[in-house]
């Protein structure tokens, strides 16, 4: 029954968006398609996590921004400048640091227990540290230092942008590989208080660090795997196409490009969901169900409990950073104080659980359905608050308190959603079968 509900919620859902584009704009509605299928991966990255193996993740936020910094490492031209001035320190650098945790880790083991094991890793770390400062501040310095107007950092490889997307999952799922390896086998709550801790010390590193992403100052100008307008409206075959059909090139140029997004994004968002429920009905996906349901249980059968978990963390941040790619790739740029909990953390957490944690088409409808409604809900509000207050004049206060006050009508929505849903159905709109 639950089941076959599903296909009249998506039309619905696509009535939705068609009814934005009648009666707003066609830019509005396939924007927001856009940024409504980027979002129902994410909450498809975290619906692996919680849906399969109730693996409770707050940091959504950091694997996002990853995938974000991924765009700019991997498409961004290289700073020739840059490189020049201090390039080559900055990577001894990082290499010394990587090597001294390195040197820590495998002397913990032999290094005799008591006071010498505490003074000897000590030693270690504070002459790691103090060679790695050595020659990480004069590199960071050297660098900030060419152009810090338009350049001031490394820049990427200048490799095509579609290559940035698996690269932003391969961030996300080292971040949450080193995540998982120390909090997994803790309770779930401090798993929650790790990976919140993580998300703001990766947001802190891209707003702080102007020679790897700019900072605060922002990477613009990220290449596109699809044409930019202007081109499109010098590009005779399109201009023709749109007087064939009597279409303004200008408008029309910027639909077109968002319809190829669309394409990108749905492929995607296909094979991802094809391979999840391919996986949900496997072996090992009856096995991730049973050790979600009893973990005890599932231990007392020989089931690797810990590795499973961190098999399936990775795997969901993997997805998360593949998303963050995509969207900061839609954006054309990367803005490090964009990232904030309530959008790209407890937004997600409500379109999987008003969705239906577990099923994958679930996530799909919440990531679609929340998104409209964050960004609809307020133009719909103003509508309503006009249409009540015709009668009263312009500058009335009662009209001008409504109208200021539309933006907060957002959170309210999304507070009353997930109070409705969770009333009346608790398992989400379309529930694990």
Request: charged content about 10%.
């Amino acid at each position: 029954m639950t089941q076959s509900r599903a296909p009249l919620y998506f039309l619905i859902m696509a009535l939705l968006i068609l009814a934005v584009g009648v009666f707003q704009s066609w830019n509005s509605a396939l924007s927001i398609l856009n940024m409504g299928l980027i979002s129902a991966i994410m909450a498809l990255g975290v619906n692996l996590q919680w849906g399969y193996a109730g693996l409770f993740n707050v940091g959504v936020m950091g694997f996002v921004a990853l995938g974000g910094l991924a765009v700019v490492l991997t498409s961004m031209s290289p700073v020739s400048a840059a490189w020049s001035a201090g390039g080559v320190r900055m990577i001894i650098s990082l290499a010394v640091g990587i090597a001294t945790i390195v040197i820590a880790i495998m002397a913990y083991p032999r290094l005799p227990k008591g006071r010498i094991r505490g003074f000897g890793l000590a030693a270690i770390l504070l002459v790691g540290l103090w060679a790695f400062r050595s020659l990480f501040d004069p590199a960071v310095a050297a660098i900030e230092a060419i152009d810090p107007a338009v350049t001031g950092y490394l820049g990427g490889l200048g490799l095509p942008v579609i290559l940035a997307w698996p690269v932003g999952a391969l961030l996300a799922a080292g971040a949450a590989w080193l995540v998982a390896k120390t909090a997994l086998g803790l309770r779930s709550d401090y798993l929650a208080i790790a990976t919140l801790g993580i998300a703001e010390i990766i947001i802190a590193v891209l707003k702080n660090e102007d020679w790897l992403s700019r900072g605060v100052k922002n990477v613009n100008g990220l290449p596109r795997p699809v044409p930019y307008e202007i081109d499109l409206q010098g590009a005779e075959w399109f201009v023709s196409l749109c007087a064939k059909f009597g279409f303004d090139p200008v408008s029309s140029s910027t639909i077109f490009v968002k319809l190829l997004y669309a394409g990108f994004f749905l492929a995607v968002i296909i094979i991802i969901v094809t391979a999840m429920e391919l996986a949900l009905k496997s072996p090992w996906g009856r096995m991730m169900r049973a050790i979600r349901d009893n973990e005890v249980a599932a231990e007392a059968m020989g089931k690797d409990v810990t590795g499973r978990h961190l098999q399936i963390f990775v795997l969901g941040a993997a997805i998360i950073g593949f998303a963050g790619a995509m969207m900061t790739t839609l954006d054309g740029q990367l803005t490090p104080t964009a990232y904030q909990p309530l959008r790209y953390t407890f937004l997600v957490w409500v379109m999987v659980i008003v969705g239906g944690s577990g099923n994958n088409w679930g996530a799909v409808l919440g990531g679609m359905l929340i998104w409209f409604l964050w960004i609809e809900v307020e133009p719909i509000g103003g509508f309503i608050v006009n249409s009540l207050t015709a009668g009263l004049e312009d500058g009335s206060p009662i009209k001008s308190g409504l109208l200021d006050r539309l933006a907060y009508m957002r959170y309210l929505t999304m507070g009353i959603i997930l109070l409705v849903v969770l009333r009346f159905s608790p398992r989400g709109l379309l529930p694990e079968k």
